[in-house]
């Protein structure tokens, strides 16, 4: 059955880095675009980064309060996307979920989340 697992989550101090993964199974990984979003209490659940599905060339993009911060990045091979973040503020603490999509559609499969809390 269709699977992702985020991991990699976990408490971190302002000014600090954490590195999501999320492992694909079950679907035609590199056929999807994927997606890292977030939901902090009480907000709406929100992109943060996508990469387009596997091909010659992917292209991403980051939503604008994490650009210059955050780094997306797919391996179709290991049917993996990941989630560098750098220069953690206390804004950025929400679950973060890998969510699989098929174009720019609404994400088809998500994953259960991973708790990110950025907290002196």
């Known amino acids: 059955q269709v699977q992702l697992v985020e991991s990699g989550g976990g408490l971190v101090q302002p000014g600090g880095s954490l590195r999501l993964s999320c492992a694909a199974s079950?679907?035609?990984?590199?056929?999807?675009?994927m997606g890292w979003y977030r939901q902090a209490p009480g907000k709406q659940r929100e992109l943060v980064a996508r990469?387009?599905?596997?091909?010659?060339?992917?292209?991403?993009d980051y939503t604008d309060y994490v650009k210059g911060r955050f780094a997306i990045s797919r391996d179709n091979a290991k049917h993996t996307v990941d989630l560098q973040m750098n220069d953690l503020k206390a804004e950025d603490t929400a679950v973060y979920y890998c969510g699989a999509a098929l174009g720019n559609m609404t994400p088809r499969y998500w994953g259960q989340g991973t708790q990110v809390t950025v907290s002196s």
């Open positions: 079950g679907f035609t990984f590199s056929a999807y675009a």
């Open positions: 990469i387009t599905n596997g091909g010659t060339t992917t292209y991403a």
